[in-house]
């Protein structure tokens, strides 16, 4: 996997003159706006036999699930080469993905590539032990499905979609139900 950085300067130097640090895990946090600026000039490509990482690990632009969804990919990769079947990983569904870091960050999610579709699904643990999963697609859409169990099991499902880039953290409101 190689990812074409184009602004990743221009951020490194505009974090270490601002004060956005997140104590939580010691991971320095830009905010949303330049988050996306930078995710706009990422790009990927699964056809090399190298990886390289999603942003530099000298780069003081981190989030905790940036690193988890690199050993997820790194992973898939390496499945792939035993598993010829599997499907490639979706590069637009992976950038979309990114776009949805700022917002998932604190939610501790499960990730993986969904080996049918190439399309990055997430996990998360509901507060009565439930289960809320996301497929976020090449399509800007995140089809969500939360199960869970009272009297009856019972399942909430939809499709959010997005037109612009910026919106993706309007999945602030489907992680409600967490």
Known sequence: MEIIYEKVDYFTDFVNHSNFYAEKMHYTIVEEENWNLLVDSVEFDFSNSHNQLILKEQSVIKY??????????????????????????????AKNFLYLIPTIENFMPNINIDADTGYVNITFTTYDNGVLSALVTDKSEIHYSRVSKDKKIYKI????????????????????ML
């Open 157 to 176: 499902s939809g499709v959010v979609k997005i037109k612009d880039t910026r919106d993706f953290n309007n999945f602030t409101k489907v992680l409600r």
């Open 64 to 93: 905790k699930t940036v690193s988890t969804f690199q050993k997820t990919l790194d992973d898939y990769l390496k499945e792939k080469k035993q598993k010829r079947y599997i499907k490639n990983i979706s590069e637009k569904a």
